[in-house]
C-alpha cells in the first residue's frame, strides 16, 4: 500500500519539496522541506521540475560540506502543557485558527511566536 501524498508537494531524491505555480514566470517553483537553508528549483513541467530539483539538491549538499554546515533542520523535542481559558475564549480561537486555515496547535503556536519576537 502506497503512503498518502500531500497536495503540491513531490519527492526528489527522498526529499519533500512543495510546488507552486509562479503566473509571473509561467513556471513551477519547488522549495525543498526539512532543510536547514533555503533550497528551490524551477520548470515548466513536471519532468522538468525533478530533474532542476535533482541538481539544485545535489548542489545545496555540496555547498553545505564544504561549508561544514548541517544540511538539514534539527528536529526539535515536542514539549506540552495545559492551558486554561474559558470557553469563549476557546470558540474564538478556533475561529481564528479556521481563518488561518490551519489547526488550533499550529495557530497558538506561531500566534506565541510572532508575540516573543517583541518581547
Known sequence: MSKPS???TIDIAGQPA???YVPE??????????L???????????QGLKKEGEISLREYL??????GIEPYARQEKVKTFTLRY?????ERLNQ???????????????????RM???
Open 36 to 46: 536547514s537553508g533555503y533550497c528551490d528549483f524551477v520548470s515548466d513541467s513536471i
Open 86 to 90: 474559558p470557553e469563549s475564549f476557546g
Open 18 to 20: 512543495i510546488i507552486n
Open 6 to 8: 500531500t497536495p503540491n
Open 96 to 114: 481564528a485558527a479556521a481563518e488561518h486555515e490551519t489547526s488550533l496547535n499550529t495557530f497558538i503556536i506561531e500566534t506565541l511566536n510572532e
Open 62 to 67: 555540496e555547498d553545505c560540506s564544504a561549508a
Open 25 to 34: 514566470l509561467g513556471a513551477f517553483r519547488g522549495k525543498f522541506l526539512g
Open 117 to 119: 519576537k517583541h518581547a
